[in-house]
């Protein structure tokens, strides 16, 4: 129910609670919705009305962003028009539910509102006289919050409350108000708001595109006014939607954008210029201004050169020190050759730019694939750093590749300018090796300040596209400047200038002031740039760490607090030189405004007055930024446990510390370090080694067995790991031992996969008479696994010592396939029998079992001395290569695929050769560790910590080795170099010795886009390809491993490449599969995708297909049209029915004519019946392509296309022989016509036998190997239902049916079609 001239609130009528006043538009509860936090006030008009015979006086209170005036100009000066309107109530409860009453004002009214009004102070109390109503007006505001604006931030709804009292003496009336407030921001896109058309050509339209979008939760209203032009009319300038109409503002809801079409038709030659000014009428703060600018010139034709890629270049968000990229794609639409001359013009100030060109191929079906040798002179360095750094030197230094693009569809030609090559320099996609085999060149100025230079210049053939990748590298500001830390936005201009090419070299730019006649004729190309450039800078709290007294063998802790005091993510990483100082090294990323605690570890190891350290805080990308934190500390010996150092010294590896720091390790990885324990005594020593119980699982202590024991023998531990390491090792799933099946490639037109070295690198394998040993003959290949397939490689050569063979000093890879593998004769056990076992691949129970282990002999023979030596020394290879090429961070840039691929395998045998160094006890748990005098053991602590996903692990690993002295300080101190001016008050022990082992825990979590792949229905031996997509969740490098079952059907799924690899953080890789079946049925296999770090993060994919049988014959088209005919007379036409031999074997085809009776279609009231004309045996054979042919055919067709425009008669004759040879006509090439296989002869008509079974509607046909038949078939209409009325053109249907003489089952049905006309 409304009022007339009164809002919609006016009909909502409450009582207080005695009754003696009413209020009317302000219920108890009130939503006010649909808010704009502009700081604008909004109204909401109510009327109080005394109930009583006598005056009463109403007090006021308010509570919140609130206040009530009884008089406002703004609400007296609403219309009574607009009063009604004013007020839209959404949501109205009845009045005794006194529920909550939804509210919106009308924004466009309020827009009117003079602000200066609301400003005014409200009332505390209102006179009313008996039975009257006064009216007032509620006005509520909500501030803005302090948020940070900009493109791309979403803006949400916010809740505000408020509270008013109404009272009259003891009678009141209580409103709890609810805000729901939004802020109305307006945006463009793209965010450089400028449009900029160069060289323009009168009477040509021009369009460009932008879109003006709401990006918050609540509807605005925006305009587009002009603000400076230098065209008044506008004649040549449109503004239209997207349904062409003139465009000048609008409503935009909730998160919508609309499109705005510039359209500009240039009349006359000059400068156009138009400000415009986009504003949102909801919030006078948010706007934006947008210009176009257009230069035409006076030509009449069409520009040579034209812009494929965007108009205009945004870099969007950039921090200084990083490099980001655009490619720019320009095609040349001339008939002839076009040199390209760049430069930048503009705010070019603190910026690096380079650009590199490259063509796009011959033509658009191939890939853009980049080669990373041919990229850089330089790759080995660059691959060489795991981790990029910026580094001090000049960051204008430009960088030179040389390649040449040459093909038939374009090429290009650039001059070849020598200048220094820069690392930080980023690699691109676009970058590739042309057919040719040589490099192009890129090259590189920087552009300085607001001067003009010679940017860059090109060669473009007609036709031809290029694509040139400009990057920009922005330079730190100071710490002074006014852009510190804050978004700075610069613009630049590429201009192209496009002239026609003299000779076949671009040439140099010309002196000033002097110019030829085709730079006379130059067209000029504008490219408008931007970007938001701002340097990260950040603070290190407190500049001191002072740790105070801290005692020797105990940890203190301290934190730096690192904040980032930019708008852009800052990345910082701690450097030290320290033995008692520890703290992440790993750069650390900090969110913009926000900060991170380091932890500052302090482990003293000796004692030390005055002990000070520096740590260099490093900005990775602003390194003018460096902090420096100065850390004091005073080192103390209370426990006396400096006193072991007086006995032995912990060395990691060659540094004497009381630590040992893993760096960055993933959970359920295993890491590994070498603790050298030095003996300083002149006699030896027993030390007790111990580990936290609380972290014992996560990490252990081992020790290397002793060759000999102190009289020089051989130990029986030694002579264990000698037997048992080589048939471990060989049991060992090494590479791709696991699959005893050859991936089937054949039939699949996909590239093997990656090659392995050369046989001539690799070190060969040297055989020896073997020596006998007591029970057990040691082989030199006993480490050589047989059952792998051809060129498996192994990890470590074995070179024993009757082999004087010299090894490079650096570990290769071994060659042991089976084509040169080195077969032994026996195994001799000795016992109640004997038996001879080939050692190709010995039964695990001759080898393992405990029978035959308790007949061996446990000491050696002398001549098995030099065996058991040779493996245990290669055992301490193996445990060498481990600790120094074992990566817990794996590295990410490789130089070819190859090599990532062996990268990766070498990762997973080493992970593997520690479970066997343990497990054959080469490695031994460390509890007493014996110290020879003067001498050194090694201690070897493998980490491993356990973790889940689904739990959040520690970022640190803090646990403690406990060494203990067993012999007594007393005893030992005359052997050592301080028994002069050290003793001890009594004969105690000393305290236990607490040695730290320190880690950073990271994440590695592999997933897969899709844990099931099904194929569908193919055929036997049909390929098909597939892939894998793995994701990487964690912020560290994966390395994935994929491994098949093994089985017969694995053979199946071949991978192109990328089978071991790995995925850089938050990212995914598509790993390529072929899959082509050998058997029929009912496909199912898993393929397991393995974390190489994380040996409990590994997920399984399944593959599934419905596999049919293959075709044995093929029919070109399984329905053959008539033309009309009538019914009872065979067609005037005849149709051919052409059937192939798809099988290397004579087949026997039955094809006849399905009966009426059969074919179920006498409903329909006419079939057709198919009959072969007498003379089929006539009837010439009509060629069949299969479908790798056709597609031949078809490429050929467009290259000689191409060559006929080129007018090029020799390519002509070439493709036109090579076509009639595909096609069967007896073409003769010009020489290449040997690319021809021969499988595409045809064959024989000869070899084609058909035998009529029944009068003209059965045959039989003999298709010898390959061959094919054209058999002519004409058709008979027939009524098959008299009663069936039949119209003219009523469609008839029939059916062939063709089968072998011995398989039924595999029956194709061929339809006839035609039209039925009747007599007249």
Known sequence: MTVRGQPANYALLWRSAEGRFSVRGLPPRVHLDRVYTNGLHALVPFWITNETDQDVTVELATEGPLKVQQQNANWSAVSTAQRETYVDVTTAPAAEDRGEVTMVCSATIQREFSEVFNQLGGVSSVQLAARKTAELVLLFVAEAAE??????????????????????????????????????????EPPTSRIYIDDCVIGRTYERALRVRNASAIGLDWTMTVVETTDPSLSALQLLDSDMRPL????????????????????????????????????????????????????????????????????????????????????????????????????????????????????????????????????????????????????????????????????????????????????????????????????????????????????????????????????PVSSTSVSAGQFERQSFTLFGESSTAVGTQPTTAPPPGTASNSERNAERLSIPCTANMCTPFVRVVPPLLDFGSVDVGTLKSLYLRVENLSQVAATVQCKLESKVITCTRAPITIAPQQSVSVRVDSYPRRVNARYRKQIIVRNIHNRLNDSVVEVRSTHVDRRRVAFHNLFYQTLVPANEQNFVDFGLVPLNARSLRRVNLRNVCRCPLAIEVAADA?????????????????????????????????????????HSNIEKFKERTAGATVPEAAALPPRSSLCPVAVAPVPRTAGLTLQPDMFIDKSVEQGHVCLMPFAPPWNQAVLPPSLEYLDI???????????????????????????????????????????????????????????????????????????????????????????????????????????????????????????????QPAGTPDKPAPLRFDANLYFKLVDRPGDLLPFTDSAAVVSFASADQLPVRRFLVQAALVQSE??????????GNMQVDEACRKYLVIQNRSETPLMYAIRKTGSIASGDICFVDSRYGIVRGFDSRKVVFVFSPSLHGAYSEQISIANVLNARGGKKATLKAAVRRQSKFYIQSLRLEFDTLAPGRPSTDVQVLAIKNMTPKTRHLIVKSLLASEDGFSD????????????????????????????????????????????????????????????????????????????????DPAGVQIRRLADDTQLEVELPPGGDVSIPVVVTARLADPKVDIKTGANALGTLVVHEVKDKDNVKLVTLAASVVLDQ
């Open 694 to 734: 609380a972290d014992a699982g996560a990490f252990s202590a081992y020790t290397v067995v002793p060759q000999r024991d102190g009289s020089g023998r051989l130990t029986d531990a030694a002579c264990q790991v000698a037997r048992r390491l080589p048939l471990l090792e060989r049991q060992a799933a090494m």
């Open 1006 to 1015: 592999l997933e897969l886009g899709q844990k099931s792949i099904n194929v």
């Open 248 to 475: 000048s503002g609008g409503h935009l809801g909730a998160r919508g954008d609309t499109q705005v079409l510039v359209r500009y038709t240039p009349h006359a030659a000059g400068e156009f210029l138009s400000r415009f000014l986009v504003e949102n009428s909801n919030d006078p703060a948010s706007l934006r201004y947008w210009v176009f600018r257009a230069r035409v010139s006076q030509r009449q034709k069409l520009r040579r050169v034209e812009l494929l890629s965007d108009p205009d270049i945004s870099f969007g968000d950039c921090t200084s020190g990083v490099w980001y990229s655009r490619d720019i794609r320009f095609k040349n639409v001339s008939d002839t050759p076009v040199v390209m001359r760049l430069r930048v013009e503009g705010n070019t100030g603190g910026l690096t730019m380079k650009s590199a060109v490259r063509a796009d191929g011959a033509s658009a079906s191939e890939p853009n694939t980049a080669d990373a040798d041919a990229l850089f002179p330089t790759l080995s360095e660059l691959i060489s750093s795991r981790r990029p750094s910026i580094t001090d030197d000049n960051p204008s230094d430009a960088l030179t590749v040389t390649d040449d693009v040459g093909s038939e569809g374009g090429s290009a030609e650039l001059s070849s300018r020598v200048t220094p090559a820069d690392d930080s320099m980023p690699v691109g996609d676009g970058v590739r090796t042309g057919e040719s085999g040589r490099r192009f060149v890129a090259r590189a100025r920087a552009a300085r300040g607001h001067k003009t230079a010679l940017f860059d210049e090109m060669l473009i053939k007609p036709g031809a596209v290029r694509t040139m990748t400009l990057s920009l590298l922005g330079n």
């Open 147 to 188: 948020t940070d604006s900009g493109d791309g931030q979403r803006y949400e709804y916010e809740t505000h409350g408020g509270h008013v009292t109404l009272r009259a003496d003891t009678d009141l009336y209580d409103v709890t108000l609810r805000a729901s407030t939004c802020r109305s921001v307006l945006e463009m």
């Open 817 to 943: 396939s089976p084509a040169t593998a080195t077969r032994r004769n026996v195994v001799r056990i000795r016992g109640n029998g004997s038996s001879d076992i080939m050692a190709a691949v010995p039964p695990e129970s001759a080898l393992l079992s405990s029978e035959a282990a308790n007949n061996l002999d446990m000491l050696p023979a002398d001549e098995d001395v030099e065996m058991i030596v040779s493996v245990i020394e290669r055992a301490e290879q193996i445990l060498e290569e481990i600790i120094e090429r074992l990566d817990m961070i794996p590295q990410t840039l490789f130089a070819s695929p190859e090599a990532e691929n062996a990268y990766v395998r070498r990762q997973v045998d080493l992970h593997k050769y520690i479970d066997l160094l343990v497990e054959s006890g080469f490695l031994r748990p460390a509890h007493h560790v014996r110290l020879t005098a003067l001498g050194t053991e090694s201690l070897i602590v493998i980490l």
């Open 1164 to 1243: 329909v009231g006419v079939v057709l019946e198919a009959r072969f004309p007498p003379n089929i045996a006539a009837a010439q054979p009509t060629r069949l392509l299969d479908r790798e042919t056709e597609e031949k055919i078809e490429s050929l067709e467009q290259k000689l296309k191409i060559a006929v425009r080129k007018n090029r008669p020799e390519k002509v004759e070439k493709y036109q022989a090579k076509l009639a040879k595909l096609r069967g006509s007896g073409g003769v090439g010009n020489g290449d016509s040997d690319s021809i296989q021969a499988t595409d002869a045809v064959p």
